[in-house]
């Protein structure tokens, strides 16, 4: 199995940056990608960025590109998300998610099989 934790959670202000990681323990070296996901109270989890981790392919949703990079630390297992330019849309609740088995798309919520508990991200305008 593998563990996952986020951290980097907090109330920033619109136009500011913010980093998120994403810590795994556990069977790492089964990992195929590791992905961001977010959501806000009584909406759907949607997906904002992945990684696979043999490649460092990345991926990104539409809403996110150009603002967001997701990146991983290969010596620690551990999966940063690069906010910038937050906007007042982009405060939810942010999780992140590894699979061990490839995707067969990378945003979908079924491909992945471990899940944190999410980090808390605000942002006032």
């Known amino acids: 199995q593998v563990q996952v934790v986020e951290s980097g959670g907090e109330l920033v202000q619109a136009g500011d940056s913010l980093r998120l990681a994403c810590a795994h323990s556990?069977?790492?070296?089964?990992?195929?990608?590791t992905g961001w996901f977010r959501q806000v109270l009584a909406k759907e989890r949607e997906f904002v960025a992945a990684?696979?981790?043999?490649?460092?392919?990345?991926y990104y949703a539409d809403s996110v590109k150009g603002r967001f990079t997701i990146s991983r630390d290969n010596a620690n297992n551990t999966v940063y998300l690069n906010m910038n330019s937050l906007k007042v849309e982009d405060a939810a609740v942010y999780f992140c998610?590894?699979?061990?088995?490839?995707?067969?798309?990378?945003?979908?919520?079924?491909?992945?099989?471990?899940w944190g508990q999410g980090t808390q991200v605000t942002v006032s305008s």
């Open positions: 556990g069977r790492t070296d089964r990992t195929y990608g």
């Open positions: 990684i696979k981790w043999r490649d460092g392919s990345t």
């Open positions: 998610a590894a699979s061990n088995r490839p995707w067969s798309a990378p945003g979908r919520r079924s491909g992945y099989d471990y």
